[in-house]
Nanobody, 126 residues
Framework: QVQVGESGGGLVQAGGSLRLSCTASGRTSSSYTMGWFRQAPGKEREFVAALSWSGAGEYFADSVKGRFTISRDSARNTVYLQMNNLKPEDTAVYYC???????????????????WGQGTQVTVSS
């Protein structure tokens, strides 16, 4: 069993930056693909970014390419989502997810992930 927890959300002005952290416990996260998803009020949950368990594959939503990066610290069992040049439309609850099997383009599919965190709120003011 894997427990996933996010942190680092908050309120920031447009153009600012935040770094979200996702820590997996129970089993080492180094063998899990980690994904970030977000859900804005009244909208469906959507893919943001993902990093494969090997670190060799990463994907980003078109809306965040060039502004967000994803990285892993295997020693800390933590994955980071660095968000720069934030926009009001980035406001959402951000969720971290983990899965041992998903690879490739399916990393963008939230239904492929087995373990989920509770989410952290990101609010970007204009």
């Amino acid at each position: 069993q894997v427990q996933v927890g996010e942190s680092g959300g908050g309120l920031v002005q447009a153009g600012g930056s935040l770094r979200l952290s996702c820590t997996a416990s129970g089993r080492t996260s180094s063998s899990y693909t980690m994904g970030w998803f977000r859900q804005a009020p009244g909208k469906e949950r959507e893919f943001v970014a993902a990093l494969s368990w090997s670190g060799a594959g990463e994907y980003f939503a078109d809306s965040v390419k060039g502004r967000f990066t994803i990285s892993r610290d295997s020693a800390r069992n933590t994955v980071y989502l660095q968000m720069n040049n934030l926009k009001p439309e980035d406001t959402a609850v951000y969720y971290c997810a983990a899965d041992r099997v998903v690879t490739g383009i399916e990393m963008k599919n939230m239904y492929e992930y087995e373990y989920w965190g509770q989410g952290t709120q990101v609010t970007v003011s204009s």
